[in-house]
């Protein structure tokens, strides 16, 4: 989201990013603002040190300031609660990102004239336990692996008109129901013509005390794994279908901001 919703420059200096707008619907209320805006402030100061600058200048200082303010204001948070609600903010979007310039009073957002960049849908196994109480209502003659199938096949008709209509990406994320497969509790069934990466992201695992260890041994132990678990690594890799070895991937670190391993 962050290279998303940045500029491609500040002061001269590159930031790579895409100078768009994201839209997320936020039904778990999971999203933070304010953790974004600390991701903005800890990559744009790196990127402005790493150019030499001197980032607790006035001037300096303000035009970071300035760039996460409005860098911010081109995140678009809808939070439907329902199943329905969220299939209706999907169909309503059009109308929300193009507002008919003919009617009095109609203002334009900020995000106008921007592209999208994608189209976020955090934590969608939030509706799983909705869905499968309207299964329940419906009868014992209503099957819970066609409710959702049902429920898919909606989500994703919806999801699909919109890449296309507006070219951007569409990022869907959950829990997985079984982490030693990653099935998601809402299998999504895309058309064979979109093109799909999954990816597993996890917390690097700190692996248990081997048997026998003395105290004196466990304490030294501890301290190290309690050094890994402070750095917040965590490992993002491909599976399903064209997945290579499951030790492929990168690893990450999460701190103030978000720093990618490379060869650490």
């Known amino acids: 989201m962050a290279h998303a ?7 001269s200096v590159p930031l790579h990013g895409h100078s768009a707008s994201v839209i997320i619907l936020d039904s778990s209320h999971h999203f933070s603002a304010s953790r974004l805006a600390q991701v903005l402030l800890s990559y744009l100061s790196t990127q402005l040190l790493a150019a030499g600058c001197d980032i607790k200048q006035h001037s300096t200082a303000q035009s970071i300031k300035q760039c996460v303010q409005h860098s911010l204001t081109h995140v678009h948070i809808f ?23 003919s009617k009095k009073g109609i ?7 921007r592209r999208i960049h994608s189209i976020i849908l955090p934590s969608i ?5 909705q869905l499968n109480d309207v299964n329940t209502v419906a009868g014992p003659t209503a099957s819970s692996a066609n409710s959702l199938a049902t429920a898919s096949a909606r989500l994703t008709m919806h999801l699909e008109r919109l890449s296309g209509h507006l070219s951007c990406a569409i990022i869907v994320t959950s829990h997985a129901a079984n982490p030693a497969s990653l ?4 299998p999504l069934s895309w058309s064979p013509a979109v093109k799909m990466v999954r990816l597993g992201v996890g917390r690097v695992e700190v692996l248990k005390f081997a048997t026998g260890l003395s105290v004196e041994e466990a304490e030294v132990e ?7 678990v402070s750095k917040g690594r ?14 492929d991937g ?15």
Not at 5 to 11: A, F, S, V
Not at 107 to 113: D, E, L
Not at 125 to 129: A, G, I, Y
Not at 183 to 186: E, T
Request: aromatic share 12%; no cysteine; glycine share 6%.
């Open 5 to 11: 919703i940045l500029p491609t420059h500040l002061n």
């Open 79 to 101: 939070q439907p609660e329902t199943w329905d609600s969220l299939l209706a903010t999907l169909q309503s979007l059009p109308a929300y990102l193009f507002p008919s310039t």
């Open 107 to 113: 203002q334009q957002h900020h995000s106008t004239h």
């Open 125 to 129: 196994d939030f509706f799983v336990p």
């Open 183 to 186: 099935r998601p509790p809402l």
């Open 222 to 228: 501890r301290a190290r794994r309690w050094d890994v």
């Open 234 to 247: 965590f490992r993002a890799w491909k599976v399903g279908a064209g997945a290579a070895r499951e030790d």
């Open 250 to 264: 990168f690893a990450f670190r999460v701190g103030p901001g978000v720093t990618i391993e490379r060869g650490e």
